[in-house]
């Protein structure tokens, strides 16, 4: 993409880059927090997510950083290998695996994964928004920002956690979230149509700064409300360029001959890995334009990613869904949009980090409220509905997974649902049968015709039909349409051409290939 393509969306671009700059805030403060690393290694990945993956990336809408999908194994690896050095060594071997599956070919992967699993996580991911955005739009900011297991980091779940946020509710807190989400729904459903200048200003830019406003109005005594430093952004604060640098970690190279070391990079690889390829898709889906990301160049780039971020003392990266859907839901066009959201991460914690502090989590929340619902829309339940059994159940037991586990687990539950209406489908179209005839000798004929790939999971469903043929007829096994049998069927149908003599059945078979 040239210079001149990169801006031609500027307009988009840049409203939807302060959004997501907003929303990528917080979530790199809370999954660094939940990973038990430093709070600036999330930020770090957040500017590497935005710049080097958003530059090097073939996705117009993806928006990298830290995932919350990696959090356990952070901690884990972090406790396992003793340092953080030791762990930024690992991350920096997990983007070079990265690298090698991308060169490998391995993004093909992707395209496994059915429409209703992905139309699933998207829904189950939007509710998961909302749910664990409740909380923090009510004061109640115990669990970190990012956390979207259901059994949480500070013990409680998600659903514990907004029974306890509703008995602790923060008044404060509560007005600037409802204020919040009032002027969200204002701008969306009045404002933006009226004039181009609340399309140029997004509503969640206005939320943060009366969010601000507000908080300067309870300090002063002006509103009978107050936050406590908790309820607030907080950015680690460099008083100096050199205090700056000074929060840059670089790895231990002499590691690389432990093994943990290398067993953490392969999981952080695979794990990565399965979680952009997912996003990827998620977000291609949502895309209004309906561009294809090339699967392969996304593992490159997030593998080149995870070596920088470990380089210079980052987390580990993956495309994430919470920041993408923001990024299309606020109108990002082109991937311009993500690169100036890495940017702006980058000079926020360089020079305005004390003033990104005033920013109440709850308008934060009020925004990802609003994005949580735009991913999770009513309709959406009845379309799915609409389309049938086989899209229907994968896509309610992909959202239900996703709340009662996590993203990864989510996925999985669905795609249980998905094979099986697969193989169902298989076994009910290994084959078709003519209705039986009677000849003029006395036989029934029946004719099976079998289909273009007949697999393993067929030879139920062919066995049930060769078996159910009654004495005394006739039966043709059509190979004509076969491009591929699989053995155990085609020694299934050898079989039965011998056994099928002492019912006194005739069986002829059409280009039937025997079994060597």
Not at 282 to 294: C, F, G, I, N, S
Request: net charge neutral.
């Amino acid at each position: 993409m040239d210079v001149k393509t990169l801006f031609k969306e500027l307009k988009n671009d840049l409203p939807a880059s302060i959004v997501v700059f907003f929303v990528a805030l917080p979530l790199c403060l809370g999954i660094a927090l939940a990973s038990g690393a430093p709070l600036f290694a999330g930020i770090i990945a957040g500017i590497v997510g935005g710049i080097v993956v958003g530059s090097a990336s073939g996705s117009p809408l993806g928006v990298s950083g830290p995932a919350a999908g990696l959090a356990v194994i952070v901690i884990t690896a972090i406790e396992t290998l003793g340092s953080w050095s030791a762990f930024l060594l690992a991350v920096v071997l997990a983007g070079i695996i990265q690298l090698i599956l991308g060169f490998a070919k391995a993004g093909f992967i992707a395209y496994f994964f059915p429409s209703s699993v992905i139309k699933g996580m998207l829904t189950g991911i939007g509710l998961l928004i909302i749910l664990k955005q409740i909380p923090h739009a009510l004061g109640y900011d115990k669990d970190a920002e990012g956390d979207l297991s259901f059994f949480q980091m500070d013990g409680e779940n998600t659903l514990s956690s907004i029974a306890s946020a509703f008995d602790a509710v923060t008044q404060g807190a509560a007005l600037i979230a409802i204020i919040s989400i009032i002027i969200l729904i204002v701008w969306e459903l009045l404002l933006i149509k009226k004039h181009k200048l609340f399309q140029l200003i997004q509503g969640p830019i206005v939320v943060v700064f009366v969010g601000i406003l507000m908080d300067y109005f309870y300090q002063n005594g002006l509103l009978n409300f107050s936050l406590a430093e908790n309820h607030l952004v907080n950015l680690p604060v460099a008083n100096s360029f050199v205090g700056f640098v000074g929060q840059f970690t670089f790895p231990d190279f002499s590691a690389v001959t432990h093994i943990e070391v290398w067993k953490a990079a392969v999981v952080m690889a695979i794990v990565a890995s399965l979680e952009t390829l997912l996003c990827v898709e998620a977000t291609d889906k949502l895309d209004p334009y309906k561009r294809v990301t090339p699967t392969n160049r996304e593992l490159k780039a997030q593998g080149l990613g995870n070596i920088v971020s470990g380089l210079i003392g980052g987390l580990p990266i993956t495309q994430v869904i919470v920041r993408s859907s923001a990024n299309i839901a606020f109108g990002g066009k082109t991937k311009l949009s993500a690169i100036l959201h890495g940017i702006f991460l980058l000079i926020s914690a360089m020079a305005i980090a004390s003033l990104l502090n005033m920013i109440p989590l709850a308008s934060l929340a009020a925004i990802l409220i609003m994005v949580g619902y735009k991913l999770a829309k009513p309709a959406l339940f009845k379309q799915m509905y609409q389309l049938g059994w086989e899209q229907f159940v994968p896509f309610v037991a992909t959202v239900i997974g996703i709340l009662a586990t996590d993203l990864l687990k989510g996925i999985a539950i669905g795609m249980v649902f998905g094979i099986f209406y697969t193989l169902r489908h298989s076994y009910l179209n290994a084959y078709s049968m003519n209705d039986a005839i009677t000849r003029a000798d006395g036989f029934e004929v029946h004719h099976i015709v079998l289909a273009e790939e007949v697999s393993f999971f067929n030879k139920a469903s062919i066995i049930q039909a060769l078996e159910a043929i009654p004495r005394d007829s006739k039966v043709i096994i059509d190979c004509t349409n076969s491009k591929s049998i699989d053995y155990d069927v085609a020694e299934f149908i050898q079989n039965y051409r011998s056994s099928a003599t002492l019912k006194n059945i005739v069986v002829k078979t059409i280009k039937f290939v025997e079994p060597a």
